[in-house]
Nanobody, 125 residues
Framework: QVWLVESGGGLVQAGGSLRLSCTPS????????MGWFRQAPGKERDFIAS????????DYADSVKGRFTISREDAQNTLFLHMTNLKPEDTGMYYC??????????????????WGRGTQVTVSS
């Protein structure tokens, strides 16, 4: 069992920035392919970003390209999602996820094994 703990959410005005953090218990993020997902009320959980184990492959949803950055700090045992130029449509619960997949990034929620409880991001207009 892997416990993922997200933090860093909050209320921000449109155009603002936030940095989300995710820490797996007992393991480093590089032990898994990692991902970030977002779920708005009444909607499905959408893919946001993924980084493979080696850290040399990264993918983003089209809606966040150029605004969000996924990164990993192994010394801190932490995965980050740096979000800039936030828009009201970015509002939702943000989840960190870990996949045991090897190789490339993982884009689908069904392929992730471990999930955090989420951190809420609200962007006001």
């Amino acid at each position: 069992q892997v416990w993922l703990v997200e933090s860093g959410g909050g209320l921000v005005q449109a155009g603002g920035s936030l940095r989300l953090s995710c820490t797996p218990s007992g393991r480093t993020p590089r032990s898994y392919t990692m991902g970030w997902f977002r779920q708005a009320p009444g909607k499905e959980r959408d893919f946001i970003a993924s980084m493979n184990r080696d850290g040399d492959q990264i993918d983003y949803a089209d809606s966040v390209k150029g605004r969000f950055t996924i990164s990993r700090e192994d010394a801190q045992n932490t995965l980050f999602l740096h979000m800039t130029n936030l828009k009201p449509e970015d509002t939702g619960m943000y989840y960190c996820a870990a996949s045991t997949s090897w190789g490339s990034t993982v884009l689908h929620a069904r392929d992730y094994t471990y999930w955090g409880r989420g951190t809420q991001v609200t962007v006001s207009s």
